[in-house]
């Protein structure tokens, strides 16, 4: 019970402060931070720690609840706690609440302290443009990556020559985006909805053309490791 309670302790004191924590990235609100939950953590509890749908977003939730609560807390107006420590034990209580095993507790623990001190600890909104692109005019660029990658794209992904073409496309497209959105201010939280929205129709083309799962994580490891 005593090394539980310390690792939720640990747990909360993650929660409650700027878990955005990508780096470079600025404080963001506790609304804006519920919105990133969605888009970076939910995901990966779902598919690395294989907590359901609904148990990710409970864990969300008592996230906000705790962010909201701590800066009353700060600010000297909770009607409720009047310590961060009297908002700690109810933080257990809700976690206990969810019936974690000792092992999902540890694996959350463990994933939230990554997601502080790991600067990439979210590809949602990450962006990996290249700057040549700048330059470049689509036509331009789809031929450069025809002449360099198309018969290495085709053998290493086994795909045929039409579904090639169109993921060069798609690449060069999302290129054009990335810098578009890279030029946005950090602090502007819409530069990550674009962003999140630029990678969602990204897979959605790549669907299209009938790839799998496996393949779609090839052809991004491949543009990453082949640009012009």
Known sequence: MKRMFVCIAILYSCITGNASAQGT?????????????????????MKKLKFSSETA?????????????????DANTNSVFATAGELQEEVIKKYKAL??????????????????TNANACPA????????????SPLRALQLYKTKYRKILIDKIIINGRQADMLFE??????KESLILFKM???????????????????????????SDEQIDLVIEFFTTHPI
């Open 125 to 136: 909104f990450a962006l990996n443009h290249n700057d040549s692109f700048d330059t470049l």
């Open 99 to 116: 019936r974690l095993t000792d092992d999902q507790l540890k694996g959350l623990i463990d994933f939230k302290r990554e997601r502080l």
């Open 57 to 73: 977003d409970k864990i969300g939730e008592i996230d906000y609840w705790a962010r909201l609560q701590q800066i009353s807390i």
């Open 185 to 211: 201010p950090v602090a502007d939280f819409n530069r990550i909805r674009k962003t999140v929205a630029m990678y969602s129709e990204r897979e959605k083309r790549y669907k299209a053309l009938s790839l």
């Open 25 to 45: 990235e600025p404080p963001r609100t506790p609304e804006e931070l519920r919105e990133l939950f969605g888009y970076c953590e939910k995901p990966d509890l």
């Open 170 to 175: 798609t690449e060069v497209w999302k290129q």
